[in-house]
């Protein structure tokens, strides 16, 4: 065991202090790290009962990465490594960071307007551009979405904040706007009663606000209609597939036309037959004769 | 019409069968477990005789669910119960109060019904609508809740209510206080503070009070805790959904929704 005694002899005479400052930063971290982990869940739990999920995970996000740092800085401590200069370098290199990081720190600073903003918390159905999803979660950087078709994106806060964003779930109710065209022939009186019926019975449509129904414009083609239905947030593909069957349903029950849209011509005359000239060209004798050899082919010009 | 709550024996592969207003419900055992099934009847019918658990063949087309019990005593038992959500009344005409008047509407409200199987340890096997009813919104677009939609004739005399297994009567006294006429179009009751009573006539909950003062004040709204005086003695046969909150005060009679707030 002469050569176990020689080894710590060595390292207490000569490196005692390295050893003091490796088992220091050992503790350090060993201590730090999920102290810090329990304390940002803390402080994330209690912020997110007061106020909103959003708000805890940004709490615990800002408090992890302080924590980091002053852990970095006590580490650093101990090694010995001067941090007025290591500071006074990270100042110059602050400026050419700085230039190259323009976009993220203003995705950061976008971040933290959303947050004082609010306009969409986590869970709500959002509509950013053509992007429809649900908001997964709010970071410093970007916002994720969670796409319908369980698609994942990611958004920078940045571009939420130059973009129009529509809440689809941030007031409880909603309209449901149908735009619905009836013949010209059909009674408007009574395609409005139909309505105002299916509503009635349609158990997703709320009785109150009342749903609107409003005789539009006088379409091209139909007698154009606004169809507006009241429902819960929640009941959206509920009241849609159920409604669109039931006025399909009801419309052809009651004789009700749904006309597409077409072009009448007239050709000065709406009472007159309108006049059209056979052509019979060498192509289609050709042709005639090939179906029926037999045939002698007649001139069909008139 | 007190037979159709009474507890009733069921036998293994029995099938009981409960009817009145738009509702049929059936209950059958099945070794360890309870079937249950229900059929509404079209709107605006009603099936025309009211059967208390009687023994009838097994429908042949009947949707049946299936409830867990084991360990449990072969006997049946439904309880009426208030609606899960708030209903909002709207009379079928609009109703005027001048100041200083004070009269007692009644109010038949539909009710749910609780299946409970078991004698000295119970199980609650479900809870169903009697009959289905439309929703509705109470309060502003951006705020507000989810509620029942009722049309109701708001009667002054509670003889004019028929009877019926599946209603219970409401009986709500409007005071009002304020010096300008009180011009409402509909009501939001909160039946989750209402208990039901059974009387002779029926079932009635306890009495609702609500005094207007202006769309400034707010109304002050007041539970009673006993059987209204018109049922006195009669026996409490469902709590509350929630505990009465005493000194409710809410704002009512909103001229913009018409609301009313009990």
């Known amino acids: 065991m002469e050569w176990f005694d020689k080894i710590i002899q060595g390292l207490s005479a000569e490196n005692g202090q390295m050893v003091n400052s490796i088992l220091r930063i050992v503790a350090i971290l060993v201590l730090g790290i999920p102290l810090l982990h329990l304390l940002s869940l803390l402080a994330a739990k209690l912020t997110k009962k007061r106020f909103s999920e959003h708000s805890g995970i940004l709490v615990r996000k800002l408090l992890g990465y302080t924590g980091y740092i002053i852990l970095l800085i006590m580490v650093l401590n101990q090694l010995g490594v001067k941090l007025a200069a290591l500071l006074g370098a990270a100042g110059i290199a602050g400026i050419a960071i700085g230039f190259a990081a323009q976009t993220s720190v203003s995705n950061v600073i976008s971040g933290i307007f959303l947050l004082s903003e609010k306009p969409f918390q986590v869970g709500d159905l959002i509509k950013v551009g053509e992007t429809l999803g649900v908001v997964h979660s709010i970071d410093l950087l970007s916002i994720k979405l969670r796409k319908l078709d369980n698609l994942f994106i990611r958004i920078p806060n940045e571009t939420i904040i130059k973009t129009e964003v529509t809440n689809i779930t941030r007031f409880p109710i909603r309209r449901m706007d149908i735009d619905i065209g009836v013949a010209y022939k059909e009674d408007v009186g009574k395609v409005k009663e139909v309505l105002a019926d299916l509503a009635s019975k349609n158990p997703y449509c709320l009785d109150e606000p009342v749903p609107l129904i409003l005789f539009k414009n006088f379409g091209n083609s139909a007698l154009e209609f606004l169809y507006g239905l009241w429902f819960f947030k929640t009941d959206y593909l509920a009241l849609r597939n159920s409604i669109m069957q039931e006025i399909k349903e009801r419309f052809d029950a009651e004789g009700i036309e749904i006309p597409f849209p077409h072009r009448t011509l007239y050709t000065g005359s709406a009472t007159d037959p309108f006049p059209i000239r056979l052509v019979d060209t060498d192509a289609d004798k050709a042709l005639r004769k090939q179906a029926d050899p037999d045939s002698s082919s007649s001139n069909a010009s008139q | ?262």
């Open chain 2, 1 to 262: 019409m007190a037979a159709f709550w009474d507890a009733v024996e069921i036998n293994e592969g029995d099938c009981r069968l409960w009817q009145a207003g738009p509702l049929r419900l059936w209950v059958r055992q099945v070794g360890e477990e309870w079937h249950v099934a229900t059929e509404s009847a079209n709107e605006k019918e009603k099936f025309p005789d009211i059967i208390s658990g009687e023994t009838t063949a097994v429908p042949e087309d009947a949707q049946w669910q299936r409830w867990m019990g084991r360990g449990v005593e072969h006997v049946v038992q439904l309880s009426p119960l208030m609606p899960d959500r708030a209903v909002v009344v709207r009379p079928e005409m609009p109703l005027h109060m001048a100041y200083g008047q004070k009269e007692m509407f009644f109010v038949n409200i539909p009710l749910w019904i609780r299946v409970v199987a078991g004698k000295g340890k119970k199980i609650t096997i479900c809870e169903q609508a009697s009959q289905t009813l439309s929703n509705t919104w109470f309060g502003l677009p951006v705020q507000g809740e989810l509620c029942y939609a009722l049309n109701t004739k708001a009667r002054t005399g509670i003889e004019e209510i028929a009877p019926n297994p599946l209603t219970a009567v409401c009986p709500l006294v409007i005071s009002n206080l304020y010096k300008e006429p009180l011009n409402f179009e509909r009501l939001c009751i909160r039946t989750d503070h209402l208990s039901i009573y059974e009387t002779e006539n029926g079932l009635i909950t306890n009495e609702v009070r609500v005094i207007y003062q202006g769309e400034e004040q707010m109304s002050r709204i007041k539970y009673g805790k006993k059987p209204p005086a018109l049922a006195e003695g009669s026996k409490r046969v469902a709590d509350p959904r929630k505990p009465i909150e005493n000194n409710l005060i809410r704002k009512s009679f909103n001229n913009f929704m018409q609301s009313f707030e009990a």
